[in-house]
Structure formats: structure tokens, C-alpha cells
């Protein structure tokens, strides 16, 4: 049984940096493509980034590139989400997510395994 934990929300000024962890253990962790979506308050989960097996491709919502870099390291079964230039509208609980999908996935339906979710809070 995959278990996904996420780690390292909290409160952050506009402008900050924080990043986040998620560690999955129970099957091999380079089987599975990752990926990272939120959830605001009062709105739907939305995507955010996505990493390859082997983390040669990562794809990004527009609102999030280039202030987003999501990363994994094989070795420790874990994978990140650095955050930086944090605006108040990227306040959300953000989950990460294993795919069985060899394909670059966007959309929650293709993952099989969630976190629970990590707050990440943006004051301005």
C-alpha cells in the first residue's frame, strides 16, 4: 500500500519562500510520475506541477512557472516543491500525488495515491 506524506506548509509574507517535501513509501517510488495540486479556500483542486520518473520532465500551471520548481530525489522516495516570489493567491492546502501514468498527467483523475495535504498560508 503507497502511503503519501506531505511536509512543510505554514505561514509565509508575499514574496517569501518555502518548500515542500512528500515522501511515499510502500511500493517503488520511481515507478511513479509525481505531482503537486492545491486546493484553494472555496475553490476546486487545481493542478500545479508535475515530475517525470526519472525527473528529466517537469511541466507547470502558468500561474505558478517560474516562481515554481518541483523536483524528486529517487534515493530518499521524496519529492519537492520549492516556492518562491509567494503571492497571497497561492494560499491553498497543496497535496502531492503519485501516477501509475507514464504519460505527463494534469488532472487529478490520472493519480492513484494522495496526501493529505500540507496549508500553505500567503499573508500580504
Known amino acids: 500500500q503507497v502511503q503519501v506524506v506531505e511536509s512543510g506548509g505554514g505561514l509565509v509574507q508575499a514574496g517569501g519562500s518555502l518548500t515542500l517535501s512528500c515522501a511515499v513509501s510502500?511500493?517503488?517510488?520511481?515507478?511513479?510520475?509525481m505531482g503537486w495540486f492545491r486546493q484553494p479556500p472555496g475553490k476546486e483542486r487545481e493542478f500545479v506541477a508535475t515530475?517525470?520518473?526519472?525527473?528529466?520532465?517537469?511541466y507547470y500551471a502558468d500561474s505558478v512557472k517560474g516562481r515554481f520548481t518541483i523536483s524528486r530525489d529517487n534515493a530518499k522516495n521524496t519529492v519537492y516543491l520549492q516556492m518562491g516570489s509567494l503571492k497571497p493567491e497561492d494560499t491553498a492546502v497543496y497535496y502531492c500525488?503519485?501516477?501509475?501514468?507514464?504519460?505527463?498527467?494534469?488532472?487529478?483523475?490520472?493519480?492513484?495515491?494522495w496526501g493529505q495535504g500540507t496549508q500553505v498560508t500567503v499573508s500580504s
Open positions: 515530475i517525470t520518473r526519472s525527473g528529466n520532465r517537469t
Open positions: 500525488a503519485a501516477s501509475r501514468s507514464k504519460m505527463v498527467v494534469t488532472t487529478t483523475d490520472w493519480y492513484d495515491y
Open positions: 510502500g511500493h517503488a517510488f520511481s515507478r511513479y510520475n
